[in-house]
């Protein structure tokens, strides 16, 4: 059966960041380098996720949510580019499984669903980035992602430990 994943409209954002909070906390008590350190509450993911509301709402920012039977089970994001320069391309961030989640196949089902939204909204191009070695980078490269770059220590681990990132992007279909 494939996992039902739910675009969160503005309300149904805010009535998620609760749960969007638990699997930020839970991918940043695992070790995932999605731009937060050690020690991070529930409460500051939710803080976070809050901050992000108004690019929800203006349409800036799509979130995406997949549920399991415990809960919120991971989330994608699509960032659509803003500038008129630029309005081919989108930016996939902040997909995160939590970890007792994972290895259903969640991740790529999301990073599809990412995919799809944001060749309807026009975009031809899709970037993003990923600690180089992780298993997100797996991902992307199976998903017929191509990497364009590796830049020595981009930004530090959850404890603090500077890592390399590599940058990627896929074209597609308009």
């Given at each position: 059966?494939?996992p039902?994943i739910?675009r969160?409209?503005?309300?149904?954002?805010?009535?998620?960041?609760p749960?969007?909070?638990?699997?930020?906390?839970?991918?940043?008590a695992?070790?995932?380098s999605?731009?937060?350190?050690?020690?991070?509450?529930?409460a500051e993911?939710?803080a976070w996720w809050r901050?992000r509301e108004p690019?929800?709402?203006a349409g800036d920012l799509?979130?995406?949510?997949?549920?399991g039977?415990a809960?919120?089970?991971?989330t994608?994001?699509?960032v659509?580019e803003?500038?008129?320069n630029?309005r081919?391309r989108a930016?996939?961030v902040?997909?995160?499984?939590?970890s007792?989640d994972?290895?259903?196949g969640?991740?790529?089902a999301?990073l599809d669903?990412?995919?799809?939204?944001a060749?309807?909204?026009?975009?031809t191009?899709l970037?993003l980035?990923?600690?180089?070695g992780?298993?997100?980078?797996?991902l992307y490269?199976?998903a017929?992602?191509?990497?364009?770059?590796?830049?020595?220590?981009y930004a530090?681990?959850?404890?603090g430990?500077?890592?390399p990132c590599?940058f990627f992007?896929?074209?597609?279909?308009?």
């Open positions: 059966m494939s039902v739910t969160l409209t503005p309300q149904l954002y805010s009535e998620h960041v749960a969007l909070a638990e699997v930020l906390a839970d991918v940043v695992h070790g995932a999605v731009g937060f350190r050690k020690p991070f509450a529930a993911a939710a901050s690019a929800v709402r799509h979130v995406w949510a997949v549920h039977p809960g919120l089970a991971g994608v994001s699509l659509l803003p500038k008129a630029g081919h930016e996939v902040k997909l995160m499984v939590h007792r994972r290895g259903r969640l991740g790529r999301l669903t990412a995919e799809r939204a060749a309807a909204a026009g975009a191009l970037l980035d990923t600690v180089t992780s298993p997100a980078e797996r490269e199976t017929g992602w191509t990497r364009f770059g590796i830049v020595p220590g530090t681990d959850p404890d430990t500077l890592e590599s992007y896929k074209r597609l279909e308009p």
